[in-house]
């Protein structure tokens, strides 16, 4: 038979030596140098897995021990092993006991009359494996706790039939004014302008029906103390405790709008300025022209240029009046923009 050769460290809990060095025999059957630990009660284990820190693959634990044993030996064992996967060996035959101590995060539970070496080995390995998906999918969604909560950003989840907010971070509640417990007693249409539900309704007949992975939508938003922001929310598919939920993060754009609407109300006056008193530049200028092009056609005498030059001279200073109003008007409406409250 090709033994097992990766190097498995297992830690017997085991008061009882018969049962203990059949376990080993078990392990090293299946198992190729496997390293076993052995204590023999709770109190043992504890300085291995805490003082010591000590560390193993797999944990074999009996259930009697000389100081603890049944649910208090299970409940203290899981506190000091982390996140080491335990399996429980027992004598006793209760289908009751063994759901309850799976219940309570043991990873398997063997009856030692019922035990082989292939059976053993099975469960080590399988627990070990799953353990590891299990330790993974923990950090996973503690990765994702860190980043909902630290976001600058609002971000929610919402559940997408009741509607009920299901998740909050802290940007939201500070950005929108509601503590989390009063988030919690909400839904999303506490949040939307009541002349808007007719809107709102049909969004989300929409998204029940189609749930799309990722959607993006402009929406008005109301604070708790009644200010109206405008927002962009990105919302995308997600399963939240079980339920079919959406989690939305929020980008407000309202100084962003506001700030565009600004600089297109700037222009536009702007444009009007550069209108109105392109017409009234043209006077003077027309009038310039003309009289240029006269003196360059006619044999005209000295005093008669000169009278040319001085009304030239007036369209001149007439023209430079204009521009000096031109710059006036334009920079009153920049320096109007750059005084409104942001």
Not at 121 to 132: C, M, P, T
Request: proline content about 3%; overall charge negative.
């Amino acid at each position: 038979m090709i033994k097992d050769k990766k190097k498995y460290q297992v830690l017997v809990v085991e008061d009882n030596l018969g049962d203990y060095v059949l376990v080993e025999e078990y392990l090293e059957e299946m198992i190729f140098e496997p390293k076993i630990f052995r204590s023999e009660n709770f109190k043992e284990t504890k300085v291995l897995l805490t003082e010591n820190k000590s560390y193993f693959d797999v944990i074999l634990l009996d259930i009697s021990l000389p100081d603890k044993s049944g649910e208090q030996l299970i409940s203290e064992m899981m506190e000091v092993a982390g996140h080491i996967p335990i399996i429980v060996l027992t004598g006793y035959v209760d289908a009751n006991f063994a759901i309850k101590s799976l219940n309570m995060g043991v990873s398997d539970y063997l009856l030692k009359d019922e035990m082989s070496p292939a059976i053993l080995h099975k469960s080590i390995v399988y627990n070990i494996e799953r353990n590891k998906n299990i330790v993974k999918l923990q950090e996973s969604e503690q990765r994702y706790a860190d980043l909902f909560q630290l976001s600058p950003q609002p971000m929610w989840v919402f559940d997408l039939e009741s509607l009920e907010f299901l998740n909050v971070n802290q940007a939201a509640v500070q950005h929108y004014g509601y503590s989390l417990e009063e988030f919690m007693r909400m839904t999303i249409k506490d949040i939307r302008p009541k002349e808007e539900m007719e809107y709102t309704d049909n969004l989300l007949i929409s998204t029940r029906k189609d749930n799309p992975k990722h959607l993006k939508v402009i929406l008005n938003h109301v604070k708790k103390d009644g200010t109206r922001i405008r927002v962009e929310a990105h919302s995308n598919a997600i399963e939240f405790m079980g339920r079919r939920c959406r989690l939305i993060l929020i980008n407000d754009i309202t100084a962003k709008l506001k700030y565009l609407d600004a600089i297109e109300e700037q222009n536009e006056k702007l444009r009007d300025i550069a209108w109105v008193q392109s017409h009234i530049l043209r006077a003077p200028l027309s009038r310039m022209m003309g009289i240029i092009a006269m003196i360059q056609r006619e044999d005209l005498e000295l005093n008669e240029i000169k009278d040319f030059l001085g009304h030239i001279t007036n369209s001149a200073y007439e023209l430079d009046e204009i521009i000096k109003d031109v710059v006036k008007k334009a920079q009153h409406v920049i320096l109007k923009d750059q005084q409104r409250p942001s």
